[in-house]
């Protein structure tokens, strides 16, 4: 059965990004911060650009994000919005060669033709629902899971839905005070959760969650 | 000097309450007579302060600290005391500035830690580099609404030193160090 998965690093005080978010710093003040447990991993080359060489207890932790994954699903904020003017078509902002290497569906407010990048990423648009764009994804990920991507307002979206089977949260230790929170506006949904793992590594706490 | 510590049950989501201040939810994870994190905790600590509206709200559930598992001198730090203070009621009600309530749980406690409850206090405990210590006991839900256990509009960061983490039943335990400065 495929499922719908996701990673997300957050402060302790359950926010994503820092306060002052903004073109030039994606991940707003202290973002950064966030994320510093898996950009110093070895582990960061597989999924991005440059590992920073190091190997430590969050290494499978990096290196499962995308195991048994076959498709995933972004907000078109994550993709990179509809891009600087005059720029046609925009390609979004992962690069000619994403991450990714499976299909994305991004969740669109426009229909546009797929857009197939190197390394087995291709981005398909989707207008439709989430929830129909959970089944493309599936169907996408031909019973492999799918991983959802971001941003927080789409994890929201299905979070709220019920939609969501399991989430690995890496809580770093540290307090933002502002920014955008993880978890919020899910309106009266109260998911419940069962939690499942938990791994200690150097300056971050894994916690892995299953919709109970 | 006795360390100072923030012990406190939290939703994933961030909040230590939930609306109006519910409570209900933390004793659906755990309970503190039975955890041994908070057993060491009760054990561990000498005297305790909290703000006024953390002392009717813990009151309001059971009465007693730690619903009775903790007994010690306690201080409820407000600026209107009540003139009539309960007969059963083992603290005290003190007016006075948080670094002076600080050296006066620190004597009371006998050389053991100093607890602090109530987020709002606690962010003043902070602010002013007096917390030493925060243990949390994350809980597996989601509240939606209530009191954060930590929110400074503009933002404010604070770096943390893990000191611990363990699982804890359907909880994670995670303590960590303030760095000063």
């Given amino acids: 059965m495929s499922k719908l998965r996701l990673n997300m690093s957050m402060s302790l005080d359950g926010f994503v990004a820092g306060p002052e978010q903004s073109e030039e710093n994606r991940l707003g003040v202290g973002g950064m911060e966030l994320h510093k447990w898996l950009t110093e991993l070895d582990a960061f080359e597989e999924t991005h650009c440059e590992g920073g060489g190091k190997v430590n207890a969050s290494t499978p932790i990096a290196e499962g994000f995308f195991e048994n994954v076959g498709a995933g699903i972004m907000g078109r904020n994550m993709f990179g919005g509809s891009g600087p003017r005059g720029t046609n078509p925009w390609r979004g902002f992962w690069g000619e060669d994403p991450p990714y290497h499976h299909p994305v569906l991004v969740l669109k407010h426009h229909a546009r033709e797929p857009l197939e990048m190197q390394g087995g990423t291709t981005f398909h648009f989707v207008t439709e629902k989430i929830e129909s764009a959970l089944e493309q994804a599936k169907e996408a990920a031909a019973g492999k899971d799918v991983s959802l991507a971001g941003g927080a307002s789409v994890v929201q979206q299905f979070l709220a839905a019920g939609l969501l089977d399991e989430m690995l949260i890496s809580v770093a230790p540290i307090f933002l005070g502002d920014g955008a929170r993880l978890f919020d506006d899910l309106g009266d949904a109260r998911p419940r959760l069962e939690q499942v793992q938990v791994v200690e590594a150097p300056g971050v706490t894994h916690i892995r969650y299953r919709a109970a | ?181």
């Fill in chain 2, 1 to 181: 000097m006795a360390a100072v510590v923030w012990h406190v049950t939290m939703s994933l989501d961030g909040f230590i309450a939930g609306p109006d201040e519910a409570m209900e939810w933390v004793f659906d994870y755990f309970s503190e007579e039975t955890d041994e994190t908070a057993g060491e905790v009760i054990e561990t600590t000498g005297a305790i302060i909290m703000g006024r509206h953390t002392y009717e709200v813990e009151d309001r559930y059971r009465h007693g600290i730690y619903g009775g598992a903790w007994t010690g001198p306690y201080f409820v730090l407000t600026h209107e005391p009540p003139a009539v203070v309960p007969d059963w009621m083992t603290g005290r009600f003190i007016n006075e500035e948080i670094e002076s309530a600080v050296a006066r749980a620190t004597e009371a406690a006998g050389g053991k830690k100093v607890g602090i409850l109530g987020a709002d206090l606690a962010k003043q405990c902070l602010e002013r580099g007096l917390l030493n210590e925060i243990i949390i006991h994350l809980a597996p839900v989601l509240l939606g609404d209530g009191v954060r256990l930590f929110a400074a509009p503009g933002g404010h960061q604070v770096r943390l030193e893990p000191t611990h983490v363990g699982r804890n039943g359907p909880l994670t335990d995670l303590r960590f160090r303030v760095s000063s400065g």
